[in-house]
């Protein structure tokens, strides 16, 4: 059936039959294409039957839907004629696993964050009112997203005005881990009130019978209102300016559709209160919405997930918190609606007096946190680097300018695989390199994840530390090097690749003869210097350089910021090249400081590899890294670059 729709207009023609259908296909598609690419699950089964129900009722994209954060749009996709790309999810070159406006008209934004569509949706109605183009704008927000600042800020605006504004609230209890606080409470109590809607609808079906009076209408209209002060006080959405109805059960096609016809003819703001449930139709997805929210590849058949040896920084950072919980009662744990997905998920179950999990908020988190650390606490706030983004100003003014301590952790930092422009952790670096009072880390392994989180929860201020969405490496045992404030460590070829470096002329680990390798070829030596995220990526760089006769160390920089200049280019200057690789953006990043350094120093074959100006499209992390240049081969390529300009010099 859903080889047949190519636009909404297809799915107007239905019955209520065929549409139970179509949702069980749109079920079993959406599970069978994350179950191979990975993807947010839990929430797109939720949101099928609501999906339909808007596109049957209203005329995108004549008729803006726009759906909040977008990780539950995979029906939308499906019913606005992208089945054909759908298999290519999330993967490079194939369709977002968001709404992204280059694949359709019916896509209106990029959305990636949370709590932004009630304000897009006014701003793109006011747009339309002044150019004197018709259309409603409908606002999908989830319950957990309604936690953000920014979604109030825009109900109190459009409360005002915003004739044509229908905002969705699909309330399934969850966001990405369950919804916490009052608000959550607030809108159980609201779905509780089924009992006011059920007499409402029992009215009005009376009265669609009785003859027609404006007496009789009036009458209705007070005693329905009295009904709602009766049974349903309280209502905030009322008081922001909106005509609330609901709560209405979102698996319910043609309930959903008899309400949203009723609400489109109404010229006011309304919020349409649907209570759906996550996972719907795939049992471990139900039984689990947190787990299956957003999920790599997995075993459909039973929601299995093939388990790797290898520990990720997320799941080492995890024992690491709990570790400096037990050392220290003053540490308490920050997040915002991510403990799964950050790892502190343990320590909220082991320390739960300690652990605040505020909601889709970071602003509030930072600023949270602030008043933990006024206070005498050491605040352990851990947020995906992109998300940190949206609470630049509460580091810099609650943080900073006061010279509060604190420990903020910004887990999928660098290059994000599969998730897109909107998730990549490559700003945090020159973001918060420039804020006064704040040391940045960079650990390469879980044993410098250790040592960075000690150092950081001894500090008197602020402190970021930085790590990336992939396994941790190998352990060398100059990782366990004790930490030096803005120094970094010198790991050298003779410990991470021993069979390759005996190709050298050496005797006890030292060069006899600088200008000739063992096989009499002659050879330079190169410095690889790097973020911790990248020190993967330059290993296998430097042992491909060792194959070439080129004499290539890393040093993993740790601190990014303060950074010991001295220290640093007393180390290179042993060294005929200088490659810099950082996954962060180069404007304002740290490789462009030490260029800049170095070429006061007089140090001239220096190359900075790091992201440039575009934001990188989903793909695979490798993907992403050699679309940035930023891959092994780019970096192995940059020192044999810098060496054959000092062949050509000399």
């Known amino acids: 059936m859903l080889s047949q729709i190519n636009s909404p207009d297809d799915i107007k023609k239905l019955s209520q039959k065929e549409l139970v259908a179509l949702a069980s296909e749109i079920r079993r598609i959406i599970i069978d294409t994350v179950g191979k690419n990975g993807g947010h699950l839990a929430s797109n089964l939720g949101a099928v039957e609501l999906t339909i129900a808007l596109h049957r009722v209203f005329d995108s994209p004549k008729d803006a839907i726009i759906f909040d954060v977008s990780h539950q749009c995979y029906a939308h996709k499906l019913l606005t004629g992208r089945l054909k790309g759908f298999s290519s999810l999330r993967q490079g070159g194939g369709l977002s696993g968001f709404t992204k406006e280059c694949e359709s008209v019916h896509d209106f934004f990029d959305n990636g964050h949370a709590s932004t569509s009630i304000s897009q949706a006014l701003g793109l109605l006011k747009a339309r009112e002044i150019q004197g183009v018709d259309g409603k704008a409908i606002a999908v927000i989830g319950d957990g997203a309604l936690t953000g600042g920014l979604a109030y800020e825009g109900l109190l605006n459009a409360g005002r005005d915003a004739k044509n504004l229908i905002v969705v609230l699909n309330d399934n209890k969850m966001s990405i881990s369950p919804n916490e606080g009052s608000l959550s409470r607030y809108l159980s109590s609201l779905t509780m009130s089924i009992q006011y809607q059920s007499v409402r609808r029992a009215i009005d079906k009376i009265a669609s019978k009785l003859p027609g009076s404006r007496f009789l209408q009036k009458f209705i209209f007070r005693f329905k209102r009295g009904l709602k002060g009766l049974l349903l006080s309280d209502n905030m959405f009322v008081d922001f300016g909106f005509e609330y109805v609901g709560p209405l059960n979102g698996h319910d096609i043609k309930e959903l559709e008899r309400v949203f016809d009723r609400v489109k003819k109404l010229k006011k703001p309304v919020v349409v209160h649907v209570v759906t449930k996550k996972g719907k139709g795939y049992s471990p997805a139900e039984d689990n919405p947190e787990l299956f929210h957003g999920i790599g590849p997995f075993n459909i058949a039973d929601g299995s997930m093939e388990k790797f040896d290898a520990e990720s920084f997320t799941e080492h950072f995890s024992k690491a918190a709990l570790r400096l919980a037990k050392e220290n009662p003053k540490i308490v744990a920050v997040t915002a609606a991510m403990s799964k997905g950050t790892g502190l998920a343990a320590f909220g179950r082991h320390y739960p007096e300690r652990f605040f999990d ?84 960079a650990p390469a392994s879980a044993a410098e994840l250790n040592l960075c989180l000690d150092w950081a929860a001894a500090s008197k201020s602020a402190c970021a530390v930085r790590y990336p ?182």
């Open 469 to 650: 969405k992939k396994s941790c490496p190998s352990e060398l045992p100059s990782f366990k090097t004790p930490l030096e404030v803005g120094k970094g460590v010198l790991i050298e070829a003779k410990e991470f690749a021993p069979s390759l470096f005996v190709r050298f002329n050496l005797e006890k680990g030292k060069i006899e003869d600088p200008s000739s390798a063992a096989d009499g070829k002659a050879f330079k030596k190169v410095l690889i210097a790097a973020t911790g995220s990248m020190f993967s990526e330059c290993l296998v760089a430097a042992r491909s350089l060792l194959l070439q006769d080129v004499l290539a160390d890393i040093y993993n920089l740790r601190f990014l910021k303060p950074l010991d200049f001295d220290a640093f280019f007393d180390i290179y200057k042993n060294y005929d090249a200088l490659v810099i690789v950082e996954d962060g953006i180069k404007q304002g990043g740290v490789g462009e400081e030490l260029e800049l350094e170095a070429l006061k120093r007089n140090f001239k074959q220096v190359q900075v590899l790091a992201f440039g100006q575009n934001f990188p499209p989903q793909g695979s992390r490798e993907q992403i890294l050699e679309d940035a240049f930023l891959s092994p081969n780019d970096i192995q390529r940059a020192a044999l670059g810098l060496l054959n300009q000092i062949k050509n010099m000399e």
């Open 358 to 441: 505020v909601g889709i908020a970071e602003e509030h988190a930072v600023t949270f946190a602030a008043g933990l650390s006024k206070g005498g606490l050491i605040p352990l706030v851990c947020v995906y680097s992109t998300f940190i983004q949206r609470a630049v100003d509460q580091i810099i003014h609650d943080i900073s300018i006061p010279n509060l301590p604190g420990i903020f952790v910004l887990d999928r930092s660098g290059a994000v695989p599969n998730d897109g422009e909107t998730h990549q952790g490559i700003f945090d670096i020159a973001l918060f390199k420039c804020v006064p009072r704040i040391s940045i880390l």
